[in-house]
């Protein structure tokens, strides 16, 4: 199935669509215009120039764009806003003593399979179905064949 942005109405409104042009649109917006400059059916292309000139005056005042409370937060920021409270060196430290991470921290994120049997106790876990602990009691057990390290390798 083609996924078609300009044709879906579930994840493109209306209201957002009549301020963009594709590439089918802005072939007839070239057209239109092409038109206009020969005085070539007129009503038709001053119909659609009005129409594109409406879209342009809504979309400067539509609400779901334009956000007062941010408009007036950003009015009021000043040079001294976009600068840290202290030196890198210094947070550096603070979130080496609040985080107490590893010289390299890394995650497994990813790293394992993720089985149907994983993604059902996921799927569980955040139903509801299953506590943090028991949660990660099961992702411990079927992730420590990955971590083994034979013996003889152990230092």
């Known amino acids: 199935m083609i996924w078609i942005l300009e044709n879906n109405e579930e994840n493109l409104s209306a209201e957002i669509k009549q301020w963009l042009a594709f590439a089918k649109q802005k072939l007839d917006e070239v057209a239109t215009l092409k038109q206009l400059a020969n005085k070539e059916n007129l009503s038709d292309s001053l119909q659609k120039l009005i129409k594109n000139s409406e879209a342009q005056a809504n979309k400067k005042t539509a609400t779901l764009i334009h956000n ?17 409270e202290s030196s890198f060196p ?21 790293s394992f399979p993720q089985t149907k049997e994983v993604r059902s106790w996921r799927a569980n876990f955040k139903k509801g179905n299953l506590s943090v602990d028991e949660y990660n009691v099961l992702l411990e057990k079927r992730n420590q064949r990955y971590y083994r390290i034979p013996r003889t390798h152990r230092s």
């Open 68 to 84: 007062q409370k941010v408009k007036q937060r950003v009015a009021v920021l000043t040079a001294k806003d976009d600068q840290r």
């Open 90 to 110: 210094t947070r550096q430290k603070l979130q080496k003593n609040a985080l107490n991470l590893p010289l390299f921290p890394t995650t497994t994120i990813g």
